[in-house]
């Protein structure tokens, strides 16, 4: 493993803060000075500041019900982050895919790079489903082009299954099978809808139920 990524599992450092680390000569391996190109194996010692520094090999994934006004970072950059959220044991997870500022809902962490691939890689084709809420009531037309058609985007096709929630047309369930940035937004976006609310409630296998908000589950 290289050394950056060792730091990022074992300590609160992000990989960016752990090259540092090592630029400044804070890190050995096996009582040598670290560089930036440096691997560990799983007999090495590696210490940082002086005080050895383990990354828990034992497999750990939670489930996060993250609320509006969180990013999904390390480093928030003034920003609340949803580290913020988390117990200091939970803190060296890293988070599966995204969730942007303004959304809400399930979000998962895990060391399991394994889990993390087969959720994410989109030959895997992983189901999300999320809540919206727009600011107008969505057209019928407009639904049929999102549902049948799709809607061109500047990162290729993009379509959603809805379901109505409410009888105005303004709740809406999306359900997707891919996840490139800001997909629903600007799906909605392309129609001069704007999302008010976006909260996802299932990936995958797993969905949030009566998890509260900010509140973690280990699964």
């Not at 985007?153 to 809805?162: A, M, N, R, V, Y």
Request: hydrophobic share 35%; no cysteine; charged share 25%.
């Amino acid at each position: 493993m290289r050394i950056n990524k060792y730091l990022a599992a074992a300590t609160d450092l992000s990989r960016r803060g752990a090259d540092t680390a090592v630029f400044e000569g804070r890190v050995t391996i096996n009582g040598r000075a670290a560089d930036s190109g440096s691997q560990v194996g799983e007999q090495d010692l590696v210490t940082l500041d002086g005080k050895p520094v383990f990354v828990d090999r034992a497999l750990t994934t939670i489930m996060l019900n993250k609320p509006r006004g969180y990013v999904v970072s390390r480093h928030g950059q003034g920003a609340k982050t949803i580290y913020d959220l988390l117990p200091a044991e939970f803190r060296q997870l890293n988070p599966v895919g995204r969730l942007d500022k303004d959304s809400s809902g399930l979000l998962l962490l895990t060391n399991d790079g394994t889990l993390a691939n087969e959720l994410t890689h989109p030959r895997y084709a992983k189901v999300k489903i999320y809540e919206v809420r727009l600011n107008a009531p969505l057209a019928p037309l407009h639904q049929q082009m999102i549902n049948d058609r799709g809607l061109s985007l500047e990162d290729g096709l993009s379509k959603l299954q809805l379901e109505k929630l409410d009888e105005q047309g303004y709740a809406w369930r999306v359900t997707m099978h891919e996840g490139r940035n800001r997909q629903i937004r600007r799906t909605f976006a392309a129609l001069d809808y704007t999302v008010r609310r976006l909260h996802r409630t299932h990936f995958g296998p797993y969905a949030l139920h009566d998890l509260s908000q900010g509140k973690i589950k280990i699964i």
